[in-house]
């Protein structure tokens, strides 16, 4: 019998960081499913290649979370400036889209600009999150960028309707920018400081893995390997697959939270009803291990039909240390509602989109290839999911527990988020202990 003063679900990033807050102050168990940290921040080795699950960067902004993070890659830390780009139309504009119009056809671009300036006198431009995006779009960006560029890559990207799609998520992930910008934007010089992302962190050696490496080190809560299959709130039990049970006194669970719903053997029906209407997309990712390829772009997106692939970028422009010399490591990314994707034939489509935008010139470029599988990628934003959450996270607080972190708080966040929550968790434990 192995007893605890806290459960961690996830060896992610926020449940590492709510280790590392609670160590040498409580005892603690961090459950990890995988032989290694991270969760999705994590980077798989294929030959000589080394390859993300995607693209995973660091925006930096809070100083106690910058400070844990810095200090754990102890220098193993490069600051990199945004050189990210939207191909539509056969060109190639600077991202974001709507305040860089410059790479437009004269037609689009017209549209485009007389379209935001009429959605921009006609008033009011904030929302309450609850306007679907489709609607939201239109009224703030105007019908020439949401036709260009806003719905088809988010149809593409979320595999949900954009007509029930809510906009909750939306700020700080869509930039909005003034009307003298996108006029500058169209006409002038670019926009290069729109968005949470235009400066991010990347590890120099290790892929964005080596963060969760750095992170696990001095965690003596952490094991590996352990997969939690059932929990119970009330009586303060887990059962662990090849384990057995643990007995503890408080819960952190950083796990999707429509399966740790399912897992939690006390979850009133209510509370089961309410998980069962989440709904996520799933994300498959091709990742590439090609030669000759010149160009100094981060991240690409592609809004066309004729591309299967919302996004591609280039890793090795994060860190020449992830490809051999002379060879570059793409990561390309296809969105399905779920469903199973034929990966041979995406293959095929993925190397004629490339080639059609300019990013190879030849297939047999490809030296490597390996493709990762996210099952939940993003969650969705609706009216259910509004509706969903307060009746989980209700009962949860009934039980003392806390779902925290992207999938465990069931949001659109980024790395150091996950971070910060995961600090904030262990923080608040202890203050109420």
Request: net charge positive.
């Amino acid at each position: 019998m192995l007893k605890t003063d806290v459960l961690i679900i996830g060896g992610g990033l926020a449940g590492l960081a709510a280790g590392s807050a609670l160590e040498g102050k409580k005892d603690y168990l961090a459950a990890e499913r995988e032989h290694r940290p991270g969760g999705l921040a994590a980077t798989l080795t294929k030959g000589r290649f080394r390859f993300d699950y995607s693209g995973h960067l660091l925006h930096l902004r809070w100083p106690k979370t910058s400070k844990l993070i810095l200090a754990a890659l102890r220098g193993n830390c490069a600051r990199l400036r945004r050189d990210a780009r939207v191909y539509v139309h056969k060109s190639w504009t600077p991202y974001p889209f709507q305040a860089n119009l410059s790479g437009m056809p004269d037609k689009v671009k017209a549209e485009c600009v007389s379209g935001f300036l009429k959605a921009y006198k006609a008033g009011v431009r904030t929302g309450d999150g609850t306007e679907t995006f489709s609607r939201w779009t239109r009224r703030v960006l105007g019908g020439g960028i949401s036709r260009h560029f806003m719905l088809p890559y988010n149809a593409k990207l979320w595999q949900y309707p954009l007509e029930r799609l809510t906009t909750e998520w939306c700020a700080p992930f869509v930039p909005v920018p003034k009307p003298e910008e996108v006029i500058e934007g169209a006409y002038g010089r670019r926009s290069e400081g729109l968005g949470y992302n235009t400066v991010f962190h990347y590890p120099k050696r290790g892929g964005i893995g080596a963060l969760p490496n750095a992170l696990a080190r001095g965690l003596g809560g952490l094991r590996l390997g352990l997969e939690v299959e059932s929990v119970n709130l009330k009586k303060g039990v887990a059962n662990i697959r090849h384990f057995g049970p643990v007995y503890f006194r408080r819960l952190i669970n950083t796990s999707p939270l429509d399966e740790f719903i399912e897992r939690a053997e006390d979850a009133p029906a209510e509370v089961r009803r309410a998980a069962a209407r989440l709904r996520h997309n799933t994300v498959y990712v091709l990742n590439l291990g090609v030669r000759g390829v010149k160009s100094d772009m981060h991240w690409g997106y592609f809004p066309g039909a004729e591309f299967p692939f919302y996004r591609a970028g280039i890793a090795t422009n994060f860190s020449r240390a992830l490809a051999p010399r002379g060879c570059a490591s793409f990561y390309i990314e296809i969105a399905t509602a779920g469903t199973p994707l034929d990966l041979a034939s995406a293959e095929t489509a993925i190397l004629k989109g490339l080639k059609a935008c300019g990013l190879l010139k030849s297939s047999s470029q490809v030296v490597e290839k390996l493709w990762l599988k996210i099952p939940c990628a993003y969650v969705i934003y609706n009216r259910e999911r509004a509706g969903a959450l307060p009746v989980i996270f209700d009962w949860l607080k009934t039980r003392k527990a806390q779902s925290i972190g992207r999938y465990g708080a069931w949001k659109y966040s980024f790395m150091e988020e996950s971070v910060k929550e995961g600090l904030e968790a262990a923080e608040k434990l202890l203050k109420r202990w």
